[in-house]
């Protein structure tokens, strides 16, 4: 059941899909204390009691013990010393104390979860302003809360099929030379690779919607050429818009008044990569049609994909701020910079990027109301998402487009997915991954996946192998790197063969993966799952935050230590366990519920079939194209009797709600094999 309690005067984010009356009263289990200022939500915690939720963050999957700070952020150093990242997802669910419940705080402005962070056993939620839609949800368990939540926030964004093979990216494909040479590295070594990323340096000096005539002469012919290749090019568009006069966006945003603007009418100017930019206001209904019609230009060019970045807003330096800072520093020129006055000079500098202050001095048009963008901060990245999302709805109706943001807020996810924004190659951040994954699924974000082999620092070609294990179940599966560091690709490493066939094994996985995240998307569910959110009466599950259930048959225990040869594994029932090296290079055994060690060598994967539960391998291939899921095998670990649904679709279109999508398979102990649906299979039983 959910519950709404409305406080104040709340803007309306867009967040949820469903119309509910509010209640009188104050929202149940928290003691809410209303200033004039802000809004603060006590509740005090029991001792076992476990805290789930806050979306993208840094720390575990039980958040307690920490302070997070909704407050979107262009923050490269996820430490665990941080409060907030890209994102605000500002939903939780309590486990394990006097009552189960969810609560989901709408508010689009800076909001505060000390979480056991003061106290150890106090939770204390402040909002800034005294004016939120809350939701309070209760179910027979968490997944069911989940599950609630997520129908009230509505369908999450479904990419086309091909989103879910290896891509590859870095921050320094400088031209169609670049790209080529990447491609080839792959294709004559045999890796699969289904799409490579355009970073910034594809544009016309940074500019949106444009792209450099130099290092792309024929762009469309360019987009035909790696298509042959089964070759998807997918390019990156950042918030800000370059300040340069015959730029045409640029042009007709100042003509029809599409920017955001400061207190006394002017626009405001924030430098990002380009230099000077003004900010879309995504947030005015009219600007984001227009912002999201401009992707058309590329759509036209041939290109199916897109990754939206910097829009947290990033704002490297506000003008404003830049120029009273070069007076403060001429000020100082002559001085002898003591103590102090040394700590102001480079304070100076220091705070120009992303300051929070920043965000009072600029404005949005909502209705034709000025809304400070402070008061909405949160909610930029989601409607410049948004304005793609609703774009593509417009201008290619029967084709999914792949859309991703590095930012965002509950609400987006029906337009896009994320990637969890600049990580390092640190063996921590691998670990940081695979806790974020169902933080996120709680929210609606199932597309998505961390940078493989990670974004910033030089990585090393076991960081890279065991980091592509564990993406090798999330949606979204993409190396990429800056500028400046190490080259990750993996056929730059020695050991191609095996990069090659464990990547292939994503493509084997092709027909489960896709099968589980449809079921997810359509059936409100979450595809990575906490051990505790299933083997509920387990005491130990719910300290397992090092493995995770991908979909309805599997577990994954990722090894994430350097020079590990193997790592502890709980496993909470009896399950089976297959050790790959390659699609068709597996051993497989049979390990009773408990505590156990087990191997797994730099180049073998663990994965765990649950009991009565079956895994639809195919052979894999070279690109999406090439995966045959009608020739499949099917492991199944089977006790009285194993099953599966089976979705499957063409990838491209709509038809989701279709019932010929859904195969139904089972597998009686004796590996007599039963399928029903509307595709012909040959399917290849293997008892495990
Ligand atoms: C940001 C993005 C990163 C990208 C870089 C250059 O740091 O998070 O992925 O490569 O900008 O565009």
């Not at 209904?285 to 939206?308: S, T």
Request: proline share 3%; net charge negative.
């Amino acid at each position: 059941m959910i519950t709404k309690y409305t406080y104040g005067n709340p803007f309306q984010t867009d967040a949820v899909v469903q119309k509910l009356e509010v209640q009188n009263g104050d929202v149940p289990y928290f003691t809410v204390v209303k200033t004039e200022e802000q809004l603060q939500f006590e509740y005090t915690l029991e001792n076992e009691e476990k805290v789930y939720g806050l979306g993208e963050n840094v720390r575990g999957i039980n958040k307690r013990g920490w302070i997070y700070k909704s407050c979107c952020a262009d923050e490269p150093n996820h430490l665990e010393d941080r409060t907030s990242l890209y994102a605000s997802h500002n939903f939780l669910v309590l486990d394990g104390g006097k009552e189960q419940f969810g609560v989901f705080f709408d508010y689009p402005g800076i909001i505060t979860f000390d979480v056991g962070y003061t106290h150890l056993n106090e939770l204390k939620i402040t909002l800034s302003e005294p004016d939120a839609d809350v939701y309070v949800m209760t179910g027979e368990s968490i997944l069911d809360i989940v599950k609630q939540f997520r129908q009230l926030i509505g369908r999450s964004y479904i990419p086309p099929k091909w989103a879910f093979g290896y891509q590859q990216s870095r921050w320094g494909y400088m031209n169609e030379a670049d790209i080529r040479e990447v491609v080839k590295g792959h294709r004559e070594k045999k890796i699969p690779l289904e799409s490579i990323y355009m970073d910034i340096d594809y544009m016309e000096r940074f500019k949106d919607f444009t792209v450099n005539q130099e290092r792309f002469p024929d762009f469309p012919e360019f987009v035909k050429e790696m298509k042959a290749q089964h070759i998807h090019l997918v390019p990156i568009i950042d918030a800000g818009v370059k300040v340069e006069e015959g730029y045409d966006v640029y042009e007709e945003g100042i003509e029809k008044g599409y920017f955001c603007k400061k207190e006394n009418g002017e626009y405001f100017v924030a430098g990002v990569w380009p230099g000077k930019v003004h900010f879309p206001d995504v947030l005015n209904k009219e600007a984001r049609e227009w912002f999201g019609n401009k992707y058309q230009v590329l759509l036209d060019q041939g290109i199916e994909g897109f990754w939206n970045d910097m829009n947290e807003p990033s704002i490297f330096f506000a003008q404003d701020r830049m120029d009273e800072t070069f007076d403060k520093i001429a000020e100082l020129k002559d001085k002898n910079l003591d103590l102090d006055t040394f700590q102001q000079f480079t304070g100076l500098v220091g705070s120009l990027a992303n300051n929070t202050d920043d965000f009072k001095k600029f404005y949005h048009n909502v209705d034709g109301k000025m809304m400070r963008h402070d008061k909405v901060h949160n909610l930029f990245g989601y409607n410049m998402t948004r304005a793609a999302g609703e774009a593509f709805e417009r201008l290619s109706p029967e084709k999914r487009i792949l859309m991703f943001s590095r930012s965002s807020y509950i609400g987006m996810h029906r337009y896009g997915g994320i990637w969890t924004g600049d990580n390092k190659s640190w063996w921590n951040h691998l670990l940081l991954n695979l806790r974020m994954m169902p933080s996120l699924n709680m929210v609606g974000i199932l597309y998505t996946g961390a940078d493989i082999g990670g974004f910033g620092a030089d990585a090393t070609e076991d960081l890279v192998m065991r980091w592509t294990q564990l993406a090798m179940f999330s949606p979204l599966m993409r190396n990429h790197s800056a500028m400046g560091t190490r080259e990750q690709e993996v056929y730059r490493f020695d050991h191609v063969e095996e990069f090659r066939k464990i990547i292939n094994i994503r493509y084997g996985l092709l027909a489960y993966i896709y099968s589980e995240y449809m079921k997810s998307a359509l059936n409100s569910e979450m595809y990575f799952k906490p051990l505790s959110f299933v083997y509920t009466d387990d005491e130990f599950a719910s300290q397992v935050e090092d493995q995770l259930l991908v979909g309805d048959s599997l577990m994954i225990a990722p090894v994430y230590n350097q020079n590990a040869k193997g790592r502890y594994v709980y496993l909470p029932e009896e399950m089976a366990m297959l050790r790959f090296r390659g699609v068709d290079d597996y051993d497989t055994e049979i390990l009773p519920a408990g505590h156990h060690y087990v191997g797994a060598g730099l180049f073998e994967m663990l994965v765990f079939v649950r009991p009565d539960k079956i895994l639809v391998l195919t052979d894999g291939g070279e690109c999406t194209d090439e995966v045959d899921c009608d020739h499949v095998k099917a492991l199944a670990f089977v006790k009285t009797k194993a099953e599966y649904v089976w979705y499957e679709d063409d990838g491209m279109g709509k038809d989701y709600e279709n019932p010929d999508n859904y195969g139904r398979m089972t597998i009686e102990k004796d590996g007599n094999c039963v399928y029903t649906g509307s595709r012909e299979k040959k399917i290849e039983v293997k008892l495990l």
